[in-house]
């Protein structure tokens, strides 16, 4: 599948690791800093691993950005 730009992944999980500008991480459903206005990684060649290992899946993803946003959120809140 190939990622339809949507940005859930970088609204939706929350980061442990240090991303650039935000060295505590990304708490989950909070914008990513360098998510773009056109919804692409603003620092795309420094993201951290788990950005990068991220693959957009149907059934993560969905349909619609607000079905990812709702899967991403769904399986946050079963993994804590």
Known sequence: MN??????CCIAPSI???IPGMPGGKPAGVRCIHLTADRTCGIYDQRP??????????ELCGASRDEALANL????????
């Open 49 to 58: 691993l788990v950005c990068r290992e991220f693959t957009p899946t149907p």
């Open 73 to 80: 959120a769904r399986l946050e809140v079963l993994t804590r």
């Open 3 to 8: 990622c339809n730009r949507c940005g859930a």
């Open 16 to 18: 442990s690791s240090a």
